[in-house]
């Protein structure tokens, strides 16, 4: 197992008036090459929690493991594990600041202490990795489009060379097209590199499509953990959690109440299209699937 | 006459490179005709950096043309000496709840736009009750801002503008920062304005879901105007859509993509009450 949370609390300004308990217990194991989405309203814990998978938030209570080894202990590189552990925060554009976008890219792998020539390698390879051409690498960062930006800021992240990324919302603010892009991005970081990925986003219609795992956040717990088709079945408790299923969910279930046999469990357009297909042709064929078969699935 | 009426508005910047001594001259907006009835709820879709919000920016003069003209209930946001009376008119809500509360306590950020208006201290109380109700935000007036969710932070942002008593409210992206709870929130708000209120709504949004509501969409690609009509006109034409760089809601997807497979279906479903009608 490569991240081990074991009972893991954390509460805010600890003996304050203020004092809020943002995780409670948290046992969550994540293994090496997941692609793993997180959803919670604002407020649920989310940001909290992925914020301790690389050390930037010490636990109130109960220990965190990377690759074996407590993170808390003393002597532990937290340093080093932040290499391993990328983490892109929610606007990640607002945090470029050099004068050109290879030289913003350059920093992290800098401070890791690699020469001159290895950092531009690695800055060169992970703005490839993002899309991000040759002759954008003397351009100003703030002369980017918001999509650009976000993207040469994920490079900056990947030019550490991470074995984990963790994304938090990095589609929020972009249009369809944008949003396309950047998460195909992710999955092929994840798909070809092998890269772990944690995506927290607010769009079910994304997590369905690209998460293997889903996890949910509510009050500081994971209220559920599985499949995003097995989650979004509790697409009524989802919503008392002020979040909701993909719009596809909502279309198969109302279906089904009219009498089509459909799948409840598909969560995506082409999943949908094949289930409601066959249905119609079973209902056409007199409910079986002998007779004709189905006209309609190519 | 139109209570927003542009005509053969067009926008031009001027970019400096630090390379070259020659600035480019971008045409951001080019030459674009429209007229909003009033009262009427306009949603504007565009990939970005098609110049939907160059354009919203014209509206309460934040932005002037630099070719044609913008007016505003019968204002030409061009003449200097009326600003005051467009941005009156014409209320602004943005897309970062905490870029645009400048009060430390709620009813205070309300009250700001009528003090500046000049309008009676008593008035004023009367205008933050009214416009928080509107917003149901009313027990909320003496919180200070920032412990607010953001959907609640951008509802205050609506009061704020509501407390102006404008004739048209345009809000850029209010919803893409926020949770779908704080989506919900912020829509049945914007929504209710227009329907109960008789206030035009200008709603600039990635969220296809969010336009359905709208009696007219428009859509702007390269500072243009490139497809205008109902919701359903508009999402009938998927193809159309997705060639702007646009996406259409899920249920929409779905109805296109059985028609494509052979199903017969009416063009332009928007709402899961109406494929679940035609299908079942």
Same mark, same amino acid.
């Given at each position: ?19 809020? $308990?943002?995780?409670?217990?948290? $046992?969550? !194991? ?12 604002? *407020? ?6 992925? +914020? ?37 925060? +929610? ?19 800098? $401070? ?33 489009? *918001? ?25 929020? !603010? ?10 195909? +991005? ?7 590199? !092998? ?24 009050? !500081? ?8 088709? +097995? ?17 596809? @969910? ?14 409840? @469990? ?24 002998? *007779? ?7 | ?9 067009? #926008? ?21 005709? #429209? ?27 934040? /932005? ?80 200070? %801002? ?24 345009? /809000? ?7 949770? %779908? ?53 508009? #999402? ?9 760089? /646009?996406?259409? %809601? ?14 017969? /279906? %009416? ?14």
């Amino acid at each position: 197992m490569l991240i081990e949370l074991k009972d893991v609390s954390y509460t805010y300004g600890k003996d304050t008036v203020y004092e809020v $308990n943002a995780l409670n217990h948290i $046992n969550l !194991g994540i293994d090496e090459g997941e692609f793993i989405g997180i959803i919670g309203h604002t *407020g649920s814990g989310k940001s909290t929690l992925i +914020q301790h998978l690389n050390g930037l938030i010490k636990p109130t209570s109960g220990q965190i493991l990377f690759d074996g080894s407590d993170i808390w202990e003393d002597g532990y590189n937290l340093r080093e594990l932040r290499t391993h552990v990328g983490l892109v925060f +929610q606007y990640p554009e607002n945090q470029l600041f050099e004068t050109d976008v290879i030289t913003d890219v350059m920093f992290g792998p800098k $401070n890791k202490g690699l020469s001159k020539d290895q950092c531009e390698e690695r800055a060169k390879e992970a703005l490839k990795q993002v899309g991000i051409p040759e002759n954008f690498y003397k351009v100003s960062p703030f002369d980017l489009s *918001g999509g650009q930006k976000r993207r040469v800021a994920m490079a900056g992240v990947l030019a550490m060379d991470p074995q984990v990324l963790i994304l938090d919302e990095p589609t929020a !603010g972009l249009d369809p097209a944008g949003r396309d892009e950047i998460l195909g +991005q992710i999955k092929y970081l994840h798909d070809k590199r !092998g890269i772990t990925i944690i995506l927290v986003s607010h769009s079910m219609e994304d997590v369905a499509v690209y998460a293997k795992r889903l996890l949910v956040i509510n009050d !500081g717990r994971i209220a559920f953990d599985g499949s995003p088709k +097995q989650v979004f079945t509790h697409y009524r408790e989802l919503e008392q959690m002020g979040l909701a299923a993909p719009q596809v @969910t909502y279309i198969m279930h109302r279906l089904h109440e009219k009498g089509l046999t459909v799948d409840l @469990t598909a969560t995506t357009v082409e999943e949908a299209r094949r289930s409601i297909l066959l249905a119609l042709s079973m209902k056409k064929s007199g409910g079986t699937e002998e *007779g004709g078969g189905s006209p309609w699935v190519k | 006459m139109g209570i927003i009426r542009a005509s053969k508005l067009g #926008f031009d910047y001027i970019k400096y490179h630090d390379d070259s001594e020659d600035p480019e001259k971008i045409n951001a907006i080019k030459g674009v005709d #429209f007229d909003v009835e009033k009262g009427q709820f306009i949603a504007v879709l565009g990939h970005n950096g098609s110049g939907k919000s160059t354009l919203a920016k014209h509206i309460n003069a934040l /932005l002037v043309p630099t070719r044609g003209t913008m007016y505003v209930d019968g204002v030409n946001t061009s003449e200097e000496e009326e600003l005051w009376k467009v941005r009156q008119k014409a209320g602004m809500v943005f897309q970062n709840p905490d870029n645009q509360i400048i009060g430390t306590v709620v009813e205070e950020d309300v009250g700001f736009g009528p003090e500046n208006l000049g309008v009676e201290t008593e008035d004023i109380w009367h205008r933050v009750d009214d416009a928080l109700a509107k917003v149901g935000m009313l027990g909320f007036r003496d919180r200070s %801002p920032n412990r607010l969710s953001g959907g609640q932070k951008q509802r205050v942002a609506i009061a704020s503008v509501v407390a102006m008593h404008p004739e048209c409210i345009v /809000l850029d992206e209010p919803t893409a920062m926020l949770d %779908p709870n704080g989506r919900r929130e912020v829509l049945e708000c914007v929504r209710e304005l227009n329907q109960k209120e008789g206030i035009t709504v200008i709603l600039i949004t990635h969220y296809m879901e969010e336009v359905v509501f709208a009696d007219n969409v428009i859509v702007m690609d390269r500072g243009q105007i490139v497809m205008r009509g109902t919701p359903r006109a508009i #999402f009938s034409r998927v193809d159309e859509l997705k060639h702007y760089g /646009l996406a259409v %809601p899920q249920v929409t997807e779905l109805a296109c993509e059985l028609k494509q497979s052979g199903v017969d /279906l %009416p063009d332009g479903i928007l709402t899961i009450d109406e494929l679940v009608e035609a299908l079942c």
